[in-house]
């Protein structure tokens, strides 16, 4: 289960350091199945009442979580997928642009011949 819970992370964030609104969406997706697992995987052994408390009775927050980040993890999905769906009709693609002050800062390191910003590049 911890392996796994791995590579939902890693995964996942590896496909939303994309630049298409597709593979963030994706990233999103897995990184929400992570940590409803995570979550599971801390309730307690498998097989056995998790996180029984001192009166015999179960706690049943663990479960509760994970079902309600299951439901807003599904809304954010549908979503995102809406957005993507939107750029994609209006613009053709679902790859996300630089912005002006993205664009500005490259050409003023361009200009200056380095590579890393200076602090004058980023306002605060």
Known sequence: MVVLI????G???YLLLHRTLTRIVLGIGLLANG?????VATSGPSGE???VGRDGRTDSVPQAL?????????AVTAFLL???WRSWTIGGNDAVEDDLEDR???SERERAGT???DHEDVES
């Open 6 to 9: 791995g590579v939902l992370f």
């Open 115 to 117: 590579d890393v910003p």
């Open 82 to 84: 809406a957005l993507a």
């Open 66 to 74: 994970v079902l309600t980040a299951i439901v807003i993890g599904f």
């Open 49 to 51: 009442a998790p996180l």
């Open 35 to 39: 940590v409803n697992l995570l979550i």
């Open 104 to 106: 500005r800062i490259a």
């Open 11 to 13: 995964c996942g964030t």
